[in-house]
């Protein structure tokens, strides 16, 4: 049995070690705000925080991940208080059918920590992620106001 820190508790995983990670977190952790767009990681519905690292989570085994720190959807409010991409995300109406939404929120955290003041072209260079809402320019506009809060 693995034993994973996510969102900074060590919770027990039984699962074969070539499990997805992404099944680990919804199916025995019951953390289902990560979500299963493609399998393949190209959506990035699935995108959690591996050692502070935005990570398609569809493709990483259980094995790959012990010892590191996971971070999901669920872990990024603290205390009740939204973080502040998740603030952004509310005031500028990204969320439409929502479905991606978590995973963008996870890429936009770890872009907002690798570069406090994205450009328009770090942003396009870091959110990968696909939204068939075509949500993007309200993501640009949300990603500007988190990094000025």
Known sequence: MAVLNVN???LPADADPRTPLLWVLRDT????GTKYGCGIAQCGACTVHIDGVAARSCQVPLSS???KKVVTIE???ENGKLSKIQQAWLEHDVPQCGY???GMIM???ALLAAKPQPTDSDIDAAMTN???CGTYKQVREALH???KA
């Open 65 to 67: 991940v012990g010892g």
């Open 130 to 132: 696909i939204c068939r």
């Open 145 to 147: 106001a988190a990094a």
């Open 107 to 109: 890429a936009a955290t």
């Open 75 to 77: 872990g990024l409010a």
């Open 8 to 10: 900074g508790k060590s």
């Open 100 to 102: 991606c939404q978590s």
């Open 29 to 32: 952790l019951g953390l289902t």
